[in-house]
């Protein structure tokens, strides 16, 4: 498959821990993209991270790419409640590909 | 600013009927996509535009049709439904292929 896969399928922390979440992929990239999804709602673009960069901040986001080992990982420092959601990796190329998400549970 | 906004957000239906669901984006954006979303499973991209005029198959495009008439505007058809197309569908659209994608809120379509 040409989808990314995201690790692990599901996580619960506790409100103020780091949330971390990988994305393994087999295919060349130009770029790749993180997406929220909350619960009865579309998904929403977080963070955008070209194939030359290795890092990228937004806010509270911390994304990291590693194309020698065509993996990313998505980093939300202080979670949130707010933050529960699942989390999609997409993978831009010639055509893009979406992976079948990491669910998050921030526990108040 | 309203961006990707998606006609009805519920509808059931029986097998054999059809019905069109509709997309529209308020930001000028050349392409348009729609998705099904089932459990487990992320999202699969069924048909895509890129411009209006254009269409083009995705991933899982049988059973499903499209048109884009206007720039602003993504219609899916669902010629015959049967309950294997019972999903959640989304409508996004962005300004080129590589570029971060808007989405609309989603249809629940449920197909008895």
């Known amino acids: 498959s040409q989808q990314g896969e995201e690790d692990p399928q599901a996580l619960s922390i506790q409100e103020g821990e780091n949330a971390t979440m990988n994305c393994s992929y087999k295919t060349s990239i130009n770029n790749l993209q993180w997406y929220r999804q909350n619960s009865g709602r579309g998904l929403v673009h977080l963070i955008l991270i070209r194939s030359n960069e290795r890092e990228k901040h937004s806010g509270r986001l911390r994304v990291t790419l590693d194309t020698s080992k065509k993996s990313s990982s998505l980093l939300i420092t202080a979670s949130r409640a707010a933050d529960t959601a699942s989390y999609f990796c997409v993978l831009t190329g010639n055509q893009f590909y979406f992976g079948t998400g990491t669910s998050l549970t921030v526990i108040p | 600013n309203a961006g990707v906004t998606q006609t009805p957000k519920f509808r059931v239906l029986k097998t054999g009927q059809s019905m069109t669901l509709l997309c529209a984006q308020d930001m000028n954006h050349e392409y348009m996509y729609w998705y099904r979303q089932d459990p487990g499973m992320g999202l699969r991209l069924i048909h895509y535009?890129?411009?209006?005029?254009?269409?083009a198959k995705g991933e899982v495009p049988d059973g499903y049709n499209v048109s884009r008439l206007k720039k602003q505007n993504f219609l899916l058809g669902l010629e015959s439904a049967a309950p294997s197309q019972t999903s959640v569908y989304f409508c996004a659209s962005s300004s080129a292929v590589n570029q971060p994608q808007h989405f609309g809120d989603g249809t629940r379509l449920s197909i008895l």
């Open positions: 535009s890129v411009g209006e005029g254009t269409t």
